[in-house]
């Protein structure tokens, strides 16, 4: 691969990172419960408030990396390592975005379920943009391969393993910190699991060829 398309490759990945941190945003506000990776930072954000969103979304990726590092041991790639700034980054723009979405109203129950829609289209958006981009995978992602090179189980069962775990650790934790209550994932994060990869294919079948030309070009 040329060092131009390269370029072209990770400056995308960049902007994936800012739809996906925007999507983050938008079901964040609307208070319906996030995306299932994002469940157990948004659960200890509400507990802890001393560090925003995206600060502990920091937090929970590098964890991953962790994990990945421990899974894969000597076969883990140095490369991978770039996971963490990409992190930081996902983090800032994800507070970033919370700014942006705040002045929205959230009063009424169908905004707010409307907020996840348009959360999971711009979520789907910059995780389709991710894929085309193929070059450094989200940490969440690279985490559930790590366990798929590991184990020579699929990656898709796994996928979907990792996200109930999520889902199960964010409500085990709520009920921890909250007496009992569950806190911060609700049915948003469940439409969110049932469509973002539905929208994400969509996105793929359309933008993968001529975005794949621009970036070969």
């Known amino acids: 691969m040329e060092k131009k ?25 609307g208070e319906l419960g996030v995306s ?19 600060n502990w979304l920091i937090v929970w ?23 963490i700034p990409l992190s930081f980054l996902f983090g800032f723009f994800t507070d970033l975005c919370m700014k942006i979405v705040a002045p929205i109203p959230v009063d009424a129950y169908p905004v707010r ?17 991710s894929v085309i981009a193929n070059v450094i995978m989200n940490s969440g992602e690279a985490f559930v391969k790590a366990i798929a090179d590991t ?34 994932t609700r049915e948003g994060t469940i439409i969110s699991a049932l469509l973002t990869g539905v929208v994400v294919r969509f996105y793929d079948g359309r ?8 970036l070969q070009s």
Request: hydrophobic share 60%.
């Open 36 to 54: 299932p990776i994002s469940s157990v930072a948004n659960v200890v954000s509400i507990k802890y408030t001393a560090l925003t969103l995206g």
């Open 151 to 184: 184990t020579g189980k699929t990656f898709g069962n796994l996928k979907v393993g990792f996200d109930v775990s999520c889902v199960v650790i964010a409500v085990l934790l709520s009920l921890l910190f909250f007496d009992f209550k569950i806190v911060g």
């Open 207 to 214: 933008l993968r060829q001529p975005l794949t030309k621009l």
């Open 5 to 29: 398309e390269l370029a072209k490759r990770y400056i995308l990945a960049i902007i994936s990172l800012f739809f996906s941190a925007l999507g983050v945003a938008f079901t964040k506000h």
């Open 113 to 129: 379920l409307l907020m996840i829609i348009i959360g999971v289209v711009i979520l789907a958006f910059g995780i389709a943009l």
């Open 61 to 83: 990726n590098c964890i991953l990396i962790l994990g990945q590092i421990i899974i894969l041991r000597k076969k883990f790639q140095p490369i991978q390592l770039l996971q």
